[in-house]
Nanobody, 125 residues
Framework: QVQLVESGGGLVQPGGSLRLSCAAS?????????MGWFRQAPGKEREFVAS????????PYADSVKGRFTISRENAKNTLFLQMNSLKPEDTGVYYC?????????????????WGQGTQVTVSS
């Protein structure tokens, strides 16, 4: 069973930046997993933010975050990242890290096998 632990959330003003991290407990297989970030705002469904293939070669993004967010991974440290710049109030929500036992990236929530507990991101002045 893979455990994922997110960190790096917090309160930030509009236009600011945050960097989220997701540490995976399973070192043996992390480098073979596709990974993703999702978010959920109050009263809304969980939505796709970004995904990354096993080697970082494919990184699809939601249209709402393209050009502002960057997903990356460091396989040697079993860690996934999400750099978020030019943050907007509509980026507020709980951000979840997810992993799938297939190496390719995917935008589909149901394609992921493991989920973290989430980290809160609040963008407000």
């Amino acid at each position: 069973q893979v455990q994922l632990v997110e960190s790096g959330g917090g309160l930030v003003q509009p236009g600011g930046s945050l960097r989220l991290s997701c540490a995976a407990s399973e070192a043996t297989f992390f480098s073979t997993y596709g990974m993703g970030w999702f978010r959920q705002a109050p009263g809304k469904e969980r939505e796709f933010v970004a995904s990354i293939s096993w080697n970082g070669g494919n990184t699809p993004y939601a249209d709402s975050v393209k050009g502002r967010f960057t997903i990356s991974r460091e396989n040697a440290k079993n860690t996934l990242f999400l750099q978020m710049n030019s943050l907007k109030p509509e980026d507020t929500g709980v951000y979840y890290c997810a992993a799938r036992r297939i190496k390719w990236a995917t935008t589909l929530l149901n394609d992921y096998d493991y989920w973290g507990q989430g980290t809160q991101v609040t963008v407000s002045s």
